[in-house]
T-cell receptor, first 108, second 113 residues
């Protein structure tokens, strides 16, 4: 059974800092997802990766298939980036396996 | 607008009173799934459906039922809710295979007294 571990669980940083959130998974997958959940609950998909690197605005996601590891980076962090970031891996017929999430707070 | 809708958004009920949480998507997605989210446990899959009339258990199916009679709808049924089913529930859908990008509904916060 696939297991997904995220680190750190909680992260508080100052506005403008470079943020890195890590995700490791235990079995080979077809796709790795990064999700964002703001206070109030809604979940949105940020990235879906199967190899390499993707960039969207100030967000960058990378994946190393051999090491079973992915990272989410936020450049020039802003208080509006405060949210829970969830990593999820998928490769089987039943769907995604989720990490427990990283609670990020960006202080002005 | 492409979206997944859930109703109700908030529900307080009592033990044993049957309830249904509806989920509907307008993207013609084959795959639909229900998750529950609990503090410290993250998101866990309850049931999923690969297409009409095809459903299967996820990691935590006990106490829940689902049906998929139409492609767009995937209701979650709690026949006899219990307090341990108090949780935040999300419906999601994706095109084709389940590991494609998933579109989440807004969530339903359920409290069972």
């Amino acid at each position: 059974k696939n297991e997904v571990e995220q680190s750190p669980q909680n992260l508080t940083a100052q506005e403008g800092e470079f943020i890195t959130i890590n995700c490791s998974y235990s079995v080979g997958i077809s796709a790795l997802h990064w999700l964002q959940q703001h206070p109030g609950g809604g979940i949105v998909s940020l990235f879906m990766l199967s190899s390499g690197k993707k960039k969207h605005g100030r967000l960058i996601a990378t994946i190393n298939i051999q090491e079973k590891h992915s990272s989410l980076h936020i450049t020039a962090s802003h208080p509006r980036d405060s949210a829970v970031y969830i990593c999820a891996s998928g490769g089987g017929a039943d769907g995604l396996t989720f990490g427990k999430g990283t609670h990020l707070i960006i202080q002005p | 607008e492409a979206q997944v809708t859930q109703n109700p958004r908030y529900l307080i009920t009592v033990t044993g009173k049957k309830l249904t949480v509806t989920c509907s998507q307008n993207m013609n997605h084959e795959y639909m799934s229900w998750y529950r989210q609990d503090p410290g446990l993250g998101l866990r899959q309850i049931y999923y459906s690969m297409n009409v009339e095809v459903t299967d258990k996820g990691d935590v199916p006990e106490g829940y039922k689902v049906s998929r009679k139409e492609k767009r709808n995937f209701p979650l049924i709690l026949e006899s809710p219990s307090p341990n089913q108090t949780s935040l529930y999300f419906c999601a859908s994706s095109l084709g295979v389940p590991y494609n990008e998933q579109f989440f509904g807004p969530g339903t916060r359920l409290t069972v007294l």
